[in-house]
């Protein structure tokens, strides 16, 4: 009995010192839970339409304020700000809103019946019935609430809704998923990639030995980050091909600059996410610790920096900080660039974002790496 408890109790203790196990066992499960807790997957998401309010009234009004939740209610629709009807069909066919519904001169006058047209991308007929039962439910009761009509009165044919359906050019989620695979993977190959490399050549030597050399060991880090840009960028090339024709997705339509311009793009953020990768190695004694800690800086971003799930079913407050992520400045270009053929010089903002993060990264880098 001894014996088994002696087993027993080493191999226990052999478990708690693996600090790799541990990550694995207890706190990977972990961040799973609460990444995925907070993500609104069960909650209603309300359709987004656009309004074009051409009766202006009292009771378009009343539909209009309902329909945003002004009333002390939850919002059944997202409205985007603009009223414009042009800009919103635009929107339609880009699959930026669902759909757009014109509210018509004359609605809720006495004695006559408004015809509520609704637009709607037929690549989201699921959510535009849903739109238009919305809408039948919501206007018996705002004709009653104008027309002072008592609540168990039963009111019929004083407006309907009218469903037209159009095809939108936007590519739905595979537009969306793969440029955020290509994203992430830019990400992940710099970062491993740099991070196990370098601390299994320093727990051999090899670091200490280059370090004595005559050649200036800066020489061989350089040539190292060299490599690894044209591998992301051959990466980079080799996943969109296979989003093209596998997935379907056309990228950068009408642009074909565009397999020039993305490789400044894969160079900025693949340079911001290697450095992070050489401070992590710097920090990590072996590639059993190396492991968590990779980990932790990038599950957090696979989630939150909208490369598999929209923001939409993120809590507000989660996106605040998320949006100011690598990943998430990365994901943002690479996606304009490829679904909508912006020109990677009106990528502004996510540049920006990554050049500040590229120059963070770099200098925690100098500050925590180390020869031996």
């Known amino acids: 009995m001894r014996i088994y408890q002696a087993f027993i109790i080493a191999e226990l203790k052999m478990f708690l010192r693996d600090r790799a196990a541990l990550f694995w066992t207890l706190a990977f499960p972990t961040v799973m839970m609460v990444v995925f807790g907070l993500f609104n997957f069960g909650g209603f998401e309300p359709p987004e339409i656009g ?3 051409r009766a202006n009234n009292d009771a378009s009004r009343v539909l209009v304020s309902v329909l945003k939740g002004e009333f002390d209610g939850e919002p059944l629709f997202n409205v985007p ?8 069909r635009a929107d339609i066919l880009e699959g930026d809103i669902t759909g757009v519904m014109v ?15 609704l637009t709607y991308d037929g690549r989201s007929a699921q959510e535009a019935e849903a739109a238009r039962t919305i809408l039948a439910q919501v206007l018996d009761g705002v004709f009653k609430t104008v027309a002072d009509v008592p609540p168990e009165y039963r009111v019929e044919n004083w407006a309907t809704v009218s469903l037209t359906e159009v095809a939108g050019r936007g590519q739905g989620y595979k537009g969306f998923v793969v440029p955020g695979i290509v994203s992430l993977s830019i990400m992940q190959s710099a970062l491993f990639g740099l ?11 090899v ?20 490599t690894r840009m044209l591998l ?8 969109l091909l296979v989003g093209i024709f596998v997935s379907g997705v056309e990228v950068s339509p009408g642009y074909a600059m565009f397999w020039l311009e993305v490789i400044p793009l894969i160079i900025l953020g693949g340079f911001g996410f290697a450095a992070l990768g050489l401070a992590v190695s710097g920090i990590a004694k072996t590639e059993n610790t190396a492991a968590p800690l990779a980990n932790i800086i990038t599950l957090p971003m696979m989630f939150l920096s909208g490369v598999f799930i929209p923001h939409s079913v993120i809590p507000d407050w989660v996106v605040a900080i998320a949006k100011w992520l690598p990943l998430t400045f990365l994901a943002d270009a690479m996606r304009a660039m490829v679904n909508s053929g912006e020109t990677l010089f009106i990528q502004g903002a996510s540049l920006l974002g990554l050049l500040v993060w590229a120059a963070i990264s770099f200098a925690l880098a100098v500050k925590a790496f180390r020869w031996e």
């Open 232 to 239: 992301l960028i051959m990466q980079t090339y080799v996943l």
């Open 207 to 226: 670091l200490k030995r280059l370090h004595a050399t005559p050649i200036n060991p800066r020489h061989y880090l350089a040539g190292l980050l060299f």
């Open 51 to 53: 309004i074009v309010d």
């Open 81 to 88: 700000d603009s009223e414009d009807e042009d800009t919103l």
């Open 103 to 117: 509210i018509p001169e004359g609605f809720g006058e006495p004695g006559s019946t408004s015809v509520i047209d």
């Open 195 to 205: 991070v196990f490399t370098l601390v299994r050549l320093r727990n051999q030597g």
